[in-house]
């Protein structure tokens, strides 16, 4: 499998980024720096050599830092950061790490990590379509590291969160708990109410201890809606919505997709979009919310327009405001 989200590449710099999204232009990736060389660094791995971690709120600042990667694309409209197939130095493949991480789990981390990784297999994930992502890929984790696993593939993802709906159910995960990132900045009750009912992450209940974990599913490139090239997205600017969610059969994958239907007179129908993950499991289908992001036109080879709002930066939301009203079971 080619780098798609979920793998780390290198420079000869020494820099790790992690690779972004599913489409990519020809002979480039689309990458977000994550961990760069220094010596003052809070993060080391096995050798002397120590790194600073770039935070995800961070890509702007990013940007002019990496004037070199600067692309602005011409079909997704937007400039984003990307590296050359010959600028890579290195590889970190999630499925690979995986395997590896089974040699040598020892730490608590990493048997936990393992443990949650062998629940999904046992639920009939293929061992190919499963892998080990974030600091622990990397082997830049500390103690109070999250785990974080990819799942590839649309037939792997229906296993995956039959798998997590039943350790839910048998109290092996619980929903995050203690301080709860909002980044979307919706009102508290209803940010709660819609983290307490995600199975792709939550905390495993594992040697008498709780690890924060995440599960993301990707799906592989000839399964994704679209191929880098076919389509031209146009920024229409900003937009806020009141919408039913007509289909939510893609809002457990990153990039996440909802189909909606605005409840205005005009009954416009547009998809709600996230390729950073903020809105994976935020909506269910029939579900009245409200959504604010940036509007685009995406106009296909034929001619053929469809409208999408984009839910990934500060500012941006999601959610259903009767969630917060009901009282938790």
């Known amino acids: 499998m080619r780098p798609v989200e979920g793998f780390y590449v290198e420079d000869a710099d020494g820099v790790i980024f992690a690779v972004k999204g599913i489409l990519h232009p020809r002979g480039k990736f689309i990458v977000v720096p994550r961990y760069v060389p220094s010596q003052t660094g809070e993060r080391g791995g096995g050798g002397t050599k120590r790194y600073h971690k770039t935070p995800s ?24 950061l990307v590296m050359r197939t010959g600028e890579i130095t290195g590889i970190y493949d999630p499925v690979l790490g995986l395997v590896e991480l089974r040699r040598r789990a020892s730490m608590p981390l990493h048997r936990a990590c393992v443990s949650l990784a062998d629940a999904l297999e046992s639920g009939g994930l293929k061992g190919e379509n499963v892998g080990v992502s974030g600091s622990i890929l990397l082997g830049l984790e500390r103690g ?17 969160v039959e798998v997590l709906r039943k350790l839910r159910a048998y109290g092996h995960t619980i929903p995050l708990r203690g301080h709860v990132p909002n980044p979307m900045r919706i009102p508290v009750k209803a940010h709660l109410a819609h983290e307490r009912r995600k199975l792709l992450k939550g905390m495993l209940n594992f040697e008498g201890r709780f690890v924060k974990y995440l599960v993301r599913c990707i799906p592989f490139e000839d399964e994704y809606r679209e191929r880098y090239g076919e389509a031209k997205h146009t920024d229409g600017g900003p937009m806020k919505a009141e919408a039913i969610i007509v289909d939510d059969g893609l809002g457990t994958f990153l990039p996440t997709r909802y189909e909606a239907r605005s409840t205005g007179p005009q009954s ?51 959610y259903s405001p009767e969630l917060g009203k009901r009282k938790p079971r």
Not at 60 to 67: G, N
Not at 70 to 75: A, G, I
Not at 272 to 288: D, F, K, N, W
Not at 292 to 306: I, L, P, Q, T
Request: proline share 2%.
């Open 57 to 80: 709120s961070a890509y702007k600042v990013s940007m002019d830092a990496w004037p070199r990667l600067r692309y602005v694309d011409p079909y997704l409209g937007v400039e984003l």
């Open 144 to 160: 109070t590291s999250d785990i974080d696993l990819v799942v590839y593939g649309h037939a792997e993802e229906k296993k995956a």
């Open 268 to 318: 416009l129908r547009f998809d709600i979009v996230s390729y950073g993950g903020i809105i994976c499991e935020q909506a269910r289908r029939g579900e009245r919310v409200l959504v604010s992001g940036k509007f685009e036109s995406v106009v296909n080879e034929r001619g053929r327009a469809h409208l999408e709002i984009i839910v990934d930066m500060r500012g941006h939301y999601l």
